[in-house]
C-alpha cells in the first residue's frame, strides 16, 4: 500500500521558536496533502491542504501566518510552526489520497513546547 | 454539525465479529462512507468506502442500508491488535476528511 512518512516523529522546542515538520508520500506523487492536529483524548482536526505549487488553503480559526506550509515537490509538504508557544503543542498528522479515494496518513509528529 | 453519529464505544471478543453502527441520515447522494481507524499515538488507517453497495476488502466488510442513512463495519474476527478508535467520515471523492469523536473499540481476550 502507499506510504506517508513525516519528519521528525517528535520535536521539543523552547517557546518562541520556529519548528518545521516535514510530510512525504514515498511511493506515489501526492499534489494534495493534508495536515491535521490531535490534542490529547481528542479527535482529528484538520487544519490546512497543502496543494503542490499553489497557496494552501486553510480551516476556518487555523492562523496562515503561525502555520506555514509549503508544497514544493510532488512527495512533499512541509509544515512549520512559527512562534511557538505551549499552547501548540500537539500531534501533527499528514495525510495524502494516491488515487483520489482513500487516504495515507503518516505516522505523526509529536511537538512538545517548552 | 457532525455529519455522522457513532457510539462513544464498544466492547468485542477476540474471535468474535464485531459491528460497528454509523448513522449518517443526512449524507448526499455524492457523498462516500469511509471507514479509517487510529491506533494509540499512531496515524489513522484507511479501512474501507463505499458509495451504496456493499463492500468488502481484507480487512473489514462494509454494509450500507439502502436510503444510505446509515452503515456498519464488520470486523469478520477481531484480534487484540484491533482495539482503536475507529471514524465513520461521509466525504464527497476528493473531500476532506472531516473528523467526529468515533467509537473506541476495545477488542477483549
Known amino acids: 500500500g502507499a506510504v506517508v512518512s513525516q519528519h521528525p516523529s517528535w520535536v521539543i522546542c523552547k517557546s518562541g521558536t520556529s519548528v518545521k515538520i516535514e510530510c512525504r508520500s514515498l511511493?506515489?506523487?501526492?499534489?494534495?496533502m493534508f495536515w491535521y492536529r490531535q490534542f490529547p483524548k481528542q479527535s482529528l482536526m484538520l487544519m490546512a491542504t497543502?496543494?503542490?505549487?499553489?497557496?494552501?488553503?486553510?480551516e476556518q480559526g487555523v492562523e496562515k501566518d503561525k502555520f506555514l506550509i509549503n508544497h514544493a515537490s510532488l512527495t512533499l509538504s512541509t509544515l512549520t510552526v512559527t512562534s511557538a508557544h505551549p499552547e501548540d503543542s500537539s500531534f501533527y498528522i499528514c495525510?495524502?489520497?494516491?488515487?483520489?479515494?482513500?487516504?495515507?496518513f503518516g505516522p505523526g509528529t509529536r511537538l512538545t513546547v517548552t | 454539525d457532525a455529519k455522522t453519529t457513532q457510539p462513544t464505544s464498544m466492547d468485542c471478543a477476540e474471535g468474535r465479529a464485531a459491528n460497528l453502527p454509523c448513522n449518517h441520515s443526512t449524507i448526499s447522494g455524492n457523498e462516500y462512507v469511509y471507514w479509517y481507524r487510529q491506533i494509540h499515538s499512531q496515524g489513522p488507517q484507511y479501512i474501507i468506502h463505499?458509495?451504496?453497495n456493499n463492500e468488502t476488502n481484507e480487512m473489514a466488510s462494509l454494509i450500507i442500508t439502502e436510503d444510505r442513512k446509515s452503515s456498519t463495519l464488520i470486523l469478520p474476527h477481531a484480534t487484540l491488535r484491533d482495539t482503536a478508535v475507529y471514524y465513520c467520515i461521509v466525504t464527497d471523492s476528493w473531500g476532506k476528511l472531516q473528523f467526529g469523536a468515533g467509537t473506541q473499540v476495545v477488542v477483549t481476550p
Open positions: 511511493d506515489f506523487q501526492a499534489t494534495t
Open positions: 463505499g458509495l451504496k
Open positions: 497543502s496543494n503542490e505549487g499553489s497557496k494552501a488553503t486553510y
Open positions: 495525510s495524502a489520497p494516491p488515487a483520489g479515494y482513500e487516504q495515507y
